[in-house]
């Protein structure tokens, strides 16, 4: 499950020869063209964050130009506010913008998980939770800050679990635990994302055939619903749109489809000849004013404009590192970039 990303300084350090060689040179780089057609230069004026992981490959692309600037600061998500780029995922945000939920493994006792808030004006940080076990956060809503508990040393503890914590008073409680053997889908055992009211986990059956299955847990009575099952394939959650629809890419039998989920099996095909998906996560797409925002598995950004059904427009692309040769000292790195934050 990927819901935080662990340290990545020595990776980071480790690759800075690389970047050095590879991005300097593309850091000014334009438009680009795409095998399957001419980048389109958009109307519209702004600037477009995008992050990378690991961290210092992405930058910004200006519109109508479509010109991408690289910024070695850069990493999840970037918070135009206050300028600056955060190493958390923006669904870790607070409601109000101005801090942010993490959660850091406390390796000398008391041992378990501290789940913390950081202030971003100050960039001062407390702890609100010391959770016994191991825990990460998903996400921040109006409701509190939600967590998953991984494990724990109470021997009747069956996770993972998801739990909601009151940011100001301190207050916990379950959310949903993990269902019994034969009761229900295993739950935030593979990946595990917060978007549109709800936390998404894909998952399998506890007993063959092995498929992937999209499950929708509500955070107001915390019940899993079945949205989506890949027949013989995979399935990834790339972002949600402004009603909190997700953005669903299907691999199945040989074939790649980005379609948009309305419900449970309702399913709208979107247009995306050319477009490579990334096939981890966290979530690389984001949706605000001007239509949602895609990053590719080769850097090339694209975007589907408000109301449209149609297609992916291709619109700009981040220059990627080669990716390192698993005999290098560097490791084999692959760089996933996404969508930071909205264009403004």
């Not at 607070?94 to 378990?112: I, Q, W």
């Not at 990946?191 to 092995?210: F, L, N, Q, R, Y």
């Amino acid at each position: 499950m990927i819901t935080q990303l662990p340290p990545i300084r020595t990776v980071e350090k480790a690759r800075a020869l690389v970047l050095a060689i590879s991005l300097l040179s593309a850091a000014g780089c334009g438009a680009l063209q795409s095998s399957h057609g001419h980048q389109v230069t958009l109307s519209l004026s702004c600037r477009l964050p995008v992050g990378s992981l690991p961290a210092g490959v992405g930058g910004f692309i200006d519109f109508p130009g479509g010109k991408f600037l690289r910024d070695p600061q850069s990493a999840s998500s970037y918070d135009s506010a206050s300028g600056r780029w955060l190493a958390v995922p923006r669904a870790m945000i607070s409601p109000d913008g101005a801090s942010y939920a993490t959660s850091e493994f406390n390796k000398v006792p008391p041992y378990g998980t501290s789940i913390r808030i950081v202030e971003m004006a100050s960039d001062s940080e407390r702890a609100v939770w010391t959770v016994e076990g191991t825990a990460a956060v998903v996400g921040w809503t109006p409701g509190g800050i939600y967590l998953i508990r991984y494990a724990s040393h109470d021997a009747n503890f069956v996770g993972p679990q998801l739990w909601v914590l009151d940011p100001t008073t301190g207050e916990r409680r379950l959310v949903i635990p993990q269902p019994k053997l034969g009761t229900g889908l295993p739950l935030f055992k593979a990946w595990t994302a917060m978007g549109g009211d709800a936390v998404w986990s894909k998952t399998v059956p506890d007993a063959p055939p092995s498929t992937d299955i999209l499950e929708r847990v509500d955070l107001s009575n915390g019940h899993s619903v079945t949205w989506l099952k890949a027949a013989q394939g995979e399935l990834d959650v790339l972002g949600w749109d402004e009603q909190g629809h997700p953005f669903v890419v299907i691999r199945d039998e040989g074939s790649v489809r980005l379609v948009r989920l309305l419900g449970p099996n309702q399913t709208v095909p979107i247009g995306s000849d050319g477009f490579t998906p990334p096939g981890t996560m966290p979530p690389s797409e984001l949706t605000d004013e001007h239509g949602a925002w895609f990053a590719a598995d080769d850097g090339s950004i694209w975007l589907l404009r408000p109301g449209s059904q149609a297609a992916l427009t291709r619109v700009g692309a981040v220059p990627l590192p080669p990716a390192a040769s698993p005999q290098s000292d560097v490791g084999f790195v692959l760089t996933q970039v996404l969508i930071a934050g909205p264009c403004k």
